[in-house]
């Protein structure tokens, strides 16, 4: 009847690929590879890491004192078990608490509300449904829940290799629905089983083995997860350590196994107590590989099909990627990144090299060789590249400084190749530069938009200095020597002149701020346009009959509507004017016309100011 294994295969073809692709920085610039080493250090061995679970309760109105009992029993048996625990508990179990604790975790246990489906809250979708019932913010009330559904976990969550999810006492996982609800049917309780465990059996979400059950368990599930030889269906088969307690442990009057439905490969077994349809209770439940053991979960065990592999896998090249918005200033370093949480470089991608598909785990560590944070990711082999998100394992951004990323790669037979590491450098004095407003136009001499006011936070004293430079690089005004400055907001103002107190011609200027501390120096870079209008478009290039739509800005209030003048060449002039969105804001869509010739289009945008100034800027479309 049991079809366990085929899960396993369908998975192993796309197991979790997306974690690699996780919060890449937009542009990349490849640091040099002379900071890669390589050193047998867990080869040799380094402990192993502990295997790492976390214990989620949410807010659940009056029940939550009692949840919170349960879960502290559990994390204080899991640590007993000689697992790491993380405890994200109400009122602080919000989505970015859980989502950056589970990061690498190989078992996640729940205690919470379950938001499920079939049940009578239609419609069906898993934004909401099939997932969490957290606190929506931090130190929220227990009478208040925000639901993450099984879309949100397959977004976010990225558990360890063949984790296990446990979901304790959510109403829909195991098959029942709420308290004071009729007893469902057999397929009722089958769907909702399915439904719940889609989302943590998902490829990206990587767990192997989702329990739920809805009754208290008088049975000690992180020691029999530590127990060598167990299966996933041997555990749900654990009968109580105080009999005689309503559907905990396993029943086994009517087992049911059924292959699933939302998870190819899967299968689902449910416990329910009773054998008379109308009156089942549906409190326990297993999806998933029922037939993966405890040694796989832990990692001791080669997977199916692998064990004749004795070939351990190799990190061949490992390094830390520059964004170009943040830039080290000074004395030669490793690739820098800021993690503030101000959006900016609030990542360090890492890129590697392996030679063959393997679970890479990873260890950050600090200038005293603590580790400060434990993850794990999947590649196929070759090239590829991992994020790490700059917190540590407690969920909170680690400090400036300097350290050491290292990454040691396990296949699929468990071999364990060469420890690889790569330095990186946190830099943390500055946050959030801005430029208001990035658009201005100071040259025509008004004052409707003379200049940009920019600005940036210090969170420690540094020193700091302003500079804008033209589109090539080239210096054009020193707005700030270096000055020492405290805490707090800083602002300088550019009034859109040169060194020389001339005004700069129309275009595109960066601002670029630089923070010096101890740690060392570093710089945030800010655009800034000196025009009149700026245009933006999905594309500026096509064949005749290409319609685009183009958005235009203007910098300064305008009397009325800018003229559009489109010269394209072997046509006569046409105009255009466009749609008004906001005071500054108008856009105009343009099918450029055939019968003429391929070559440069000029798109002139023409507006009068409110002060009764002219003004206009060209653009150009390139017809192919």
Not at 100 to 107: I, Q, S
Not at 135 to 159: F, H, K, W
Not at 569 to 585: A, D, E, F, L, N
Request: net charge negative.
């Amino acid at each position: 009847m049991r079809h366990a294994t085929a899960f396993g295969y369908a998975r192993d073809a796309a197991l979790r690929s997306s974690l690699i692709a996780a919060s890449l920085v937009a542009i990349l610039i490849v640091s040099t590879v002379g900071n890669f080493t390589s050193t047998v250090r867990a080869a040799e061995g380094e402990p192993a890491a502990p295997l790492h679970a976390v214990i989620i309760v949410g807010p659940t109105h009056s029940s939550t004192a009692g949840y919170l009992v349960e879960g502290e029993l559990f994390a204080d048996e899991a640590e007993a078990a000689g697992m790491e625990v993380t405890r994200v508990f109400h009122p602080y179990a919000t989505w970015s608490a859980v989502r950056t604790a589970t990061e690498g975790a190989n078992l996640v246990v729940y205690f919470g509300h379950g938001n499920g489906w079939p049940s009578p809250y239609a419609p069906f979708q898993e934004n909401t449904k099939n997932g969490f019932g957290l606190n929506g913010t931090a130190g929220g009330s227990q009478d208040s829940v925000t639901y993450y559904g099984g879309n949100r976990i397959r977004e976010s969550l990225r558990l360890a290799p063949n984790a296990v999810v446990l979901l304790y006492r959510a109403c829909y996982t195991a098959g029942n629905g709420e308290a004071g609800q009729p007893i469902p049917s057999e397929s009722i309780a089958l769907e909702r089983v399915d439904n719940f465990a889609a989302g943590f059996l998902s490829a990206e979400v990587g767990a192997s083995a989702v329990f739920a059950f809805y009754k208290k368990q008088r049975v000690n599930y992180a020691a029999q997860l530590m127990t060598p030889g167990m299966t996933m269906e041997g555990i749900l088969r654990v009968p109580s350590s105080s009999p005689g307690y309503y559907s905990s442990g396993w029943v086994g009057t009517s087992p049911i196994y059924q292959e699933s439905t939302r998870t190819p490969g899967a299968q689902m077994l449910l416990d329910p107590r009773g054998s008379d349809p109308s009156t089942m209770d549906y409190s326990r439940a297993v999806s998933g590989d029922l037939a993966m053991t405890t040694d796989t979960w832990r990692g001791d065990a080669p997977e199916a099909g692998h064990e004749d592999d004795g070939v351990a896998p190799e990190v061949t090249s490992l390094t830390g990627l520059q964004a170009n918005d943040t830039q080290p200033a000074g004395e030669s370093s490793p690739p820098a990144f800021t993690p503030n949480g101000d959006g900016i470089s609030d990542t360090m991608t890492l890129t590697h090299t392996v030679s063959e598909p393997a679970y890479l785990m990873w260890k950050v560590r600090d200038t005293d060789e603590n580790t400060v944070r434990r993850f794990t990711s999947w590649t196929e082999g070759g090239d590829g590249s991992t994020t790490w998100d700059g917190r540590d394992d407690d969920g909170d951004f680690v400090s400036e400084g300097r350290y050491n990323v290292a990454v040691t790669p396990k296949d699929r037979a468990t071999n364990v190749g060469p420890e690889a590491s790569t330095p990186v450098k946190v830099l943390k004095s500055m946050r959030s530069p801005k430029a208001k407003p990035a658009l201005f136009f100071a040259r025509d001499g008004d004052a409707l938009a003379p200049s940009a006011k920019l600005s940036v936070t210090l969170d420690q004293p540094a020193k700091l200095s302003w500079l804008v430079v033209d589109s090539t690089g080239l210096p054009v005004r020193m707005l700030l020597p270096e000055q020492l400055l405290d805490v707090g907001l800083q602002t300088m103002t550019w009034d859109g002149r040169d060194e020389l107190g001339n005004y700069v011609l129309g275009g595109v200027y960066t601002a670029i701020v630089t923070a010096t501390t101890d740690a060392g120096s570093y710089s945030h870079r800010v655009t800034l346009r000196a025009m009149p209008f700026q245009v933006t478009a999905p594309v500026w290039s096509g064949p005749a009959g290409t319609k685009v739509t183009f958005t235009i800005k203007s910098a300064e209030p305008l009397t009325g509507w800018p003229r559009i003048e489109i010269r394209q060449p072997g046509v006569p002039m046409y105009t255009g004017y466009p749609i008004r969105y906001s005071p500054k804001k108008f856009k105009t869509t343009i099918t450029f016309k055939s019968g003429g010739t391929p070559g440069p289009v000029s798109i002139k945008v023409i507006g009068t100011d409110t002060g009764g100034g002219r003004q206009d800027k060209v653009y150009t479309f390139d017809l192919q």
